[in-house]
T-cell receptor, first 112, second 112 residues
Framework: QQQVKQSPQSLIVQKGGISIINCAYENTAFDYFPWYQQFPGKGPALLIAIRPDVSEKKEGRFTISFNKSAKQFSLHIMDSQPGDSATYFCAASDRSNYQLIWGAGTKLIIKP | KAGVTQTPRYLIKTRGQQVTLSCSPISGHRSVSWYQQTPGQGLQFLFEYFSETQRNKGNFPGRFSGRQFSNSRSEMNVSTLELGDSALYLC???????????FGPGTRLTVL
């Protein structure tokens, strides 16, 4: 019940296209859902995060869509650019335990 | 504010040896988490320390241990190294109750 399932494992998108990465969870106590971006040789960095009181959050070209009833959330990258090529991780946590539960990661490649 | 620093950045050891990795969190952050990342794998949670106490622990053997000092700096130790311990070890700090974790660049450990 503590798992966060992330898909796909890898994704290739043409420049200018939309990249979509999905995550699903079981624990209904989760109330914080971040996405992290990791470039080769670097540690992950927070990209965008959402709490379940909203269904969507947008920051520039990055949008989180959250479906509480389906227990799913997804990252959309609009107008994908080669510089977006990285590994993306979703995660979740609840207030009683600040430990983040991580998805397995998605390697995104944007083809020029 | 200075970011999370990890030392050393690279380390080569042989099987059977032990190793100690160091992490200095962002000033004011009292929580430090450690992760193991292997090629193509996600982030495997090792443990989390808060105010010098281990608050959460992942599913790793007892060869992996850690501690946190009064200044929030943390160390992790791996004894009796195995080839499979070769990985990138990431440290992340946070300031509860905020969930965002700030990662260091990692220590690349190679076991020969």
């Amino acid at each position: 019940q503590q798992q966060v399932k992330q898909s796909p494992q890898s994704l290739i998108v043409q420049k200018g296209g939309i990249s979509i990465i999905n995550c699903a969870y079981e624990n209904t106590a989760f109330d914080y859902f971040p996405w992290y971006q990791q470039f080769p040789g670097k540690g992950p960095a927070l990209l965008i995060a959402i709490r379940p009181d909203v269904s969507e959050k947008k920051e520039g070209r990055f949008t989180i869509s959250f479906n509480k009833s389906a227990k799913q959330f997804s990252l959309h990258i609009m107008d994908s650019q080669p510089g977006d090529s990285a590994t993306y991780f979703c995660a979740a946590s609840d207030r009683s335990n600040y430990q983040l539960i991580w998805g397995a990661g998605t390697k995104l490649i944007i083809k020029p | 504010k200075a970011g999370v620093t990890q030392t050393p950045r690279y380390l080569i050891k042989t099987r059977g040896q032990q190793v100690t990795l160091s992490c200095s969190p962002i000033s004011g952050h009292r929580s430090v988490s450690w992760y193991q990342q292997t090629p193509g794998q996600g982030l495997q949670f090792l443990f989390e320390y808060f105010s010098e106490t281990q608050r959460n622990k992942g599913n790793f053997p007892g060869r992996f241990s850690g501690r946190q000092f009064s200044n929030s700096r943390s160390e992790m130790n791996v004894s009796t190294l195995e080839l499979g311990d070769s990985a990138l070890y990431l440290c992340a700090s946070s300031f509860p109750p905020h969930n965002e974790q700030f990662f260091g660049p990692g220590t690349r450990l190679t076991v020969l």
